[in-house]
Structure formats: C-alpha cells, structure tokens
C-alpha cells in the first residue's frame, strides 16, 4: 500500500467524532436549534459529553448563560431540516418555526426537546474551563429520552464541506465490556 500526503483542513471528515446532533437551548424567551458535529463522550456513568460551540453561534450565548441545553440526536430522514439548522442564524429566525421542527417540554430544563429526533439528552453545563480558550463545554447528560419504535435508527455524520455519511449496517462482536 502507498500512503500519500492529506491536507490538515480535511482531517476532521477522518476523525468525526459521532452523530450530528441537534443542540437546542432557551434564553430569554426564546428557544434555539443549532446542529452541531463537533462533540465526544468523556464518561459513561455519569454521562458527560464534551462539546465545541463557537463564540459566533447564537446559542454559544444561551448555553453560556443558562449553562443547559438539549441534544436530539436526528435520523438521516431529516438531513435536510438538520442542514437548514446550520445554515440559518437563531438571531434573527425561529428556527423550530421556519425548519419544521417540533420543540417538546423538558423535565429537567428549559432548553426543548425535539419531536421528530429518536433520542434527546437533556444536559447541563458542569465545566467551563474550557470555554474561553477552545470554546468547548462539558455537559451532563441529566436526563435521555428515546423513542422505542425506532429500530436501528440511521444516524448522519458530517464529513466537512456539506458531505455527510450515513450510518448502515450494525455488526456485533464479542466484547467483555458489561
């Protein structure tokens, strides 16, 4: 086999960390949606997932202040709406509204949850030490909703510059892990 060269600015479609989720939050009044890609576990008991919002998103402010949000984590059915989510500020635009998502009352927090997303974690903010240098925030998941009739659910991940993949088949193998 030949290795060749790769430029830096494509090493993140290599490594994507997992599902493109949908981040929503709430501040003053008004409830947010923004996709996002760039998150990883950190901890499975408590569930502790960390995050990178930029300081120019709409939401870095809310998740900032209010220290919550929701991540619904979206199936390949609705690509386009999650594609939308991160083409369009939240400053200007109900987002929920003009996308045709359902926002969903939390138990937990104020941030919604997502109707038509199979799964939503509600989560707070537990460490910030990292924020004002990467922008990156670690959140506790308080609360996982999902919805049982979904089976296998394809999930998408972002591959950089408007490319996605979509998550197929599921394998399994031996594991020692409980």
């Known amino acids: 086999m030949t290795m ?24 003053k009044g008004k409830a947010n949606v923004m996709a996002m890609s760039w998150h990883t ?20 402010t809310a998740l900032k202040a209010t220290r919550q949000c929701v991540l619904g984590i979206p199936t390949a059915e609705l690509a386009t709406k999650v594609v939308d989510c991160g083409n369009t500020s939240g400053r200007r635009t109900d987002k929920f509204e003009a996308v045709g998502l359902t926002p969903l009352p ?8 997502i109707a038509e997303c199979y799964a939503n974690l509600e989560c707070r ?12 925030f670690v959140l506790e998941v308080q609360k996982a909703w999902i919805d ?27 594991s020692k892990m409980k």
């Open 4 to 27: 060749r060269s790769y430029p830096l600015s494509k090493v993140y479609g290599l490594l994507e960390p997992g599902p493109v989720v949908l981040l929503t939050t709430a501040h």
């Open 41 to 60: 576990m950190m901890e499975f008991e408590p569930p502790l997932v960390g995050c990178v919002v930029s300081g120019r998103d709409f939401s870095f």
């Open 106 to 113: 939390a138990t937990m927090i104020d941030a919604p949850l």
């Open 125 to 136: 903010v537990v460490d910030t030490r990292l924020v004002n240098r990467y922008n990156f």
């Open 148 to 174: 049982p009739s979904r089976k296998d659910p394809r999930t998408l991940h972002h591959r950089g510059r408007g490319a996605f993949m979509v998550a197929g088949e599921t394998i399994r193998l031996p």
